[in-house]
């Protein structure tokens, strides 16, 4: 199904012009044992995708996500301890209607997927947070050049350097995405990707005093992606991560994982001609060992009473820190220096 297709079945249940309250709808042909609708909420004409379950599949205390241009809703359809509910993801804002479609056939996709009700039900949940958290990043304009370089970065240490050493499932669980202060993270040992286009003496930004502030870890680490600009021979944004699910296409948990960290950093497939350029050629990824008198700023550093900074790092300077890939991965897969796996 399309954006398209689901737009036709919200319009067809408009030009019914029912109006008895509550909601119209119609059942989305899908090859998938789950019951999921189209809708239309009368009086208010407002457009929706529905899905019922047995009340037993919905753990007690769910929190159900609300973002902006939409909301969940939860009504009963048949009471008791072996009732059925709908779960009704509704837009809010009409300014959002095209946005709005691809959210709801991204959250039937994971639903169908799913083997049954409860897991559909988990499913529907984290997907919805992962674009709560996009459409509080979300501008008119889409992602900055920043955030853009920021995700290509983040893949493509992903797909050159834990993919390999990893496996589809581990490295993709390691990407905190938004969610994390730094940007990967296994068990105890972290690691933050910058990036720059610039070709002589690179400095990388630093957004806060514990991003590189190596007391919480056992090792933490920064990993630095250099991008050129090229046109001809590049890569795009949305070819990068067309390419890395390729590579996850044997893991379906891998790749729903990192669609809802895409998601809620602010990039999905609905937008991809936004990002068709820039592209990027990537030269080789250098990697640093944090610790000691690393140059960084962090609260045990700065002088009291300052509690947030934001500052540049020369990397020229970070040289003596600089370790192999072949250090890196034994110490963040835990097989290397007090790491015994």
């Known amino acids: 199904m399309t954006p398209e297709e689901l737009e036709e079945i919200w319009i067809a249940l408009e030009h019914e012009g029912r109006t008895e309250a509550g909601w119209h709808v119609r059942k989305l042909r899908l090859n998938s044992t789950h019951q999921l609708m189209a809708g239309r909420r009368a009086p208010s004409g407002t457009v ?3 899905y019922e379950v047995a009340s037993s599949a919905v753990p007690g205390g769910t929190a159900w996500p609300d973002g902006k241009g939409f909301n969940t809703s939860i009504e009963t359809i ?15 804002n009409p300014q959002y209607r095209d946005l709005f479609g691809a959210l709801c056939l991204d959250i039937v996709s994971v639903i169908t997927e799913a083997s049954d009700v409860s897991t559909g039900v988990s499913a529907f949940v984290r997907r919805l947070q992962a674009w709560q958290r996009f459409m509080q990043l979300h501008s008119s304009g889409g992602l900055s050049q920043e955030q ?4 290509f970065s983040e893949i493509s240490f992903l797909e050159t350097t834990l993919l390999p050493a990893l496996g589809p499932g581990a490295a993709v669980e390691c990407w905190q995405g938004r969610g994390g202060l730094q940007d990967f993270l296994r068990e105890n040992v972290a690691c933050e990707v910058k990036s720059s286009t610039s070709a002589h003496d690179p400095t ?3 957004s806060r005093l514990d991003q590189l502030d190596e007391r ?7 990993a630095f992606v250099p991008l050129r600009n090229d046109q001809r021979n590049g890569i795009s944004l949305p070819d990068l991560v067309n390419r890395v ?11 729903s994982r990192l669609d809802e960290q ?6 999905h497939d609905a937008q991809a001609t936004r990002y068709e350029t820039p592209k990027f050629i990537c030269g080789d990824t250098k990697l640093y060992r944090v610790a000691d008198d690393f140059p960084r700023l962090s609260e045990a550093i700065v002088a009291p009473g300052i509690t947030s900074a934001k500052y540049g790092l020369r990397l020229s300077a970070c040289e003596e820190y600089e370790i192999s890939n072949d250090e890196f991965l034994g110490l963040f897969t835990g097989c290397g220096e007090n790491g015994n796996a």
């Open 204 to 206: 990388v930004m630093i």
């Open 245 to 255: 699910r390729e590579k996850l296409a044997s893991d379906v948990t891998a790749r």
């Open 262 to 267: 895409l998601t809620a950093s602010g990039y």
């Open 148 to 151: 853009l370089r920021g995700i």
């Open 78 to 92: 048949s009471p008791g301890r072996g009732g059925k509910i709908r779960i009704a993801l509704e837009l809010t």
């Open 216 to 222: 919480p870890f056992d090792h933490l680490f920064l």
């Open 48 to 50: 929706g995708v529905l």
